[in-house]
Structures are given as C-alpha cells and as structure tokens.
C-alpha cells in the first residue's frame, strides 16, 4: 500500500531564512546565541600581557635609570644655551653664563657691567647635592670656587658667537658624569653619562 506522504511547510522568511524559534536545553548554548562578556581568566590574562608590555617599556627606556638625572641636566643645559644664543643674536644682547661649583649664573652685559639676567627663565640654577661641575676653557682648567661677585666665563654674543668650552658634570651618587662640549658658533653638544674613571 503506497505510502502517504505528508508535506510539512517549514516557516521561512522572504529572504530564505529559517524564521522558527529554537528551543535550547538549560546549559546549552550555541555559538550564535552565546554573547556575553569576558571571563575572568580572559581579563585577568589581558591585565597580566599589558603589565609585562609596560615594564619591558618602562626597562627599555631607562625610566628606573640611575642617570635620569644627570641626561636632564645635561639636555637642559644644551637647551639654555640654545636659547640664550637665539636671544642674544635676535635681540642684540650679550650674554655670559659664570659656571659655580653647585651651578650656574646667567649674566647680561648692561654696557658697563656683567649683571644677572632679569628674565625669569634666565635665573640661577642649582644642581643635585651630589653633582659637581668643572669648566675648561682653552686647555685651562677655571677656577669655579664662589666668590663675592660672578666672574662670566662663558660668553654668548650678539654676533652669534661663543666661547669654546667643556663643562664636566660629575654625579658622586651614581659615579657618572657627562661632557658638554661648545662650540665657537653656538653649538652644544653632550656626551655621556659615562662611568668616572
């Protein structure tokens, strides 16, 4: 006896696509209806990968570096200087920068007499107790020893010009010290921090 088939019409939308609700068992789940957030394990390896990023970062850059110090002075100086080079070539002043044994003064010809600069960014600057410094100037070491009245031992003119000199920057804490190194033109250039040997 042949068979009766039977068709069952299956509820699809316009576009082909199956439109009956599933019916899922408690704790099943599939790969579709399964948005919900992270799970601890996942954030907790995400925090742990960033951690390790950062302090490889932090290790590569040098920022626990015993020597941070001793760069930031020796870049603020170069900038000092670059500085006081651009103002004293475009406003036709001179400068004169009188090197202490903790520091530094920077000086300005009044046209009779060298005096502390009044600007505010042109004012004294005081190294780190463990920091101390030794200027030469033409093959001679400079007496840098305070005395009553600042002596300028390092000219920055009008005409773009500067004395030549090497400022040693020693730091007693970290047994290093760096070089700087001007030029006749205004040039500054640091080396360093280096061992003391």
């Known amino acids: 006896m042949p068979r009766s088939e039977e068709k069952v019409k299956l509820p699809i939308s316009v576009t082909g ?32 990968i960033v951690a390790i990023t ?70 004294r600057f005081k190294m780190a107790e463990s920091q101390r410094s030794e200027l030469i100037i033409e093959d001679r070491v400079i007496d840098i020893s305070k005395k009553n009245e600042p002596e300028p031992h390092i000219l920055i003119l009008s005409s773009g010009e500067m004395t030549p000199f ?6 007693d804490y970290s047994h290093s010290g760096i070089v700087l190194q001007g030029d006749m033109l205004g040039g500054v250039l640091m080396t360093g921090p280096e061992p003391l040997g």
């Open 166 to 171: 090497e400022w040693h920057i020693r730091d």
């Open 17 to 48: 696509i199956s439109i009956r609700k599933r019916v899922l068992q408690p704790g099943s789940c599939s790969g579709r209806d399964r948005q919900r957030g992270f799970t601890l394990w996942e954030l907790l390896i995400v925090v742990a």
């Open 54 to 123: 950062l302090s490889m970062m932090q290790f590569s850059m040098g920022l626990g570096d015993e020597h941070r110090e001793l760069n930031r002075v020796g870049k603020d100086l170069g900038k000092l200087f670059r500085l006081l080079n651009q103002e004293a070539v475009f406003e036709g002043r001179n400068y004169a920068i009188s090197v202490q044994e903790n520091g530094f003064i920077v000086l300005e010809f009044d046209g009779s007499a060298w005096a502390p600069a009044g600007e505010s960014f042109f004012t």
